[in-house]
């Protein structure tokens, strides 16, 4: 008769059978595109047209095209347009977290028999391509649009504002708009998880409904609120038609719109290639934060 180790065993190798599909089909459909970017941003120019043509050789690979972005990036005409990336992710992850948090809250401890329709309705925005929920905003942010109609109505407004003429403030709720339903279904899963009796225990204990909120709920859903953070800023950091739906004004230009403006210029393509590849190396420092925060996590619980 088989072992329990040998049952064990026989488990693993068939999970890792079944994993196996799938994770070469991930790995083909990232290393191919990243290879084609490295092979693009370190290739060389053609020299009758200027366009950057791709080098498959990484021998003959020249690295050169990397420190002119980076010092575009810090200390040129890039930095700014960088700079107000970071800003606008930052200021739409916070209002996604502080928009988020507590619907993800009232769905896990409050929603009771309502749970399964309130879900439904977050995700139902997912069923509607985002290009056409943008589209849906301009209509509704033109000027003479519902949102003017309604600020002008309860005297907010004198006149009607073009919402859709360089406004940072259009852009950024735009984002959060677009981006919240992303953190919302993590942390609500994180939320929901928590045992109620640790809850009941803080209260018997003499902790009110702050203190059990500050030093019970927020330290329990700590990964959840770091998870949905990073799912959202992750697709912040390379969107380019947000702000190119809501604005369209170099005024609000992230970095996403100028990778898209130096690929589809036909002579920035190496550049556009270079900028992508260090984006999606700062990112990735994003994730390994994270990844390397999860895996503390995990083994202080395991403890």
Known sequence: MASAADFSRNRTWLWRALAAPGLAWLLLFFVTPFYALL??????????????????????WNPAIFPEVLGELFGGRLGAIFMRTFVY???ASTLCLLIGYPVAYYLARHAGRWRG???????????INYLMRMMAWQNLLAVDGYVNRFLMFINALD?????????????????????????????????????????EAARDLGAGPVRTFLHVTLPLSKQGVMAGVVIIMLPLFGDYYTPSLLSGSPRTRMIGNEIDLFINSGVGGAT???LTVILM???TLLMAYYLFTVMGAARESQR
């Open 272 to 274: 556009g290639a270079a």
């Open 117 to 127: 329709l309130l879900l439904g309705l977050i995700v139902a925005p997912f069923w």
């Open 159 to 199: 006149a009607p504002r073009a919402w859709l003429v360089g406004h940072h403030e259009t852009v950024i709720l735009g984002l959060v708009y677009g981006y919240v339903p992303f953190l919302i279904l993590p942390l609500y899963a994180a939320l929901d998880q928590i045992d109620s009796s640790v809850l």
């Open 39 to 60: 092979s693009v941003a370190m290739g060389r120019l053609d020299p009758v047209f200027s366009s950057a043509e791709p080098v498959w050789n990484p021998i003959h």
């Open 89 to 91: 992710v930052g200021v």
């Open 281 to 283: 190396a700062f990112i």
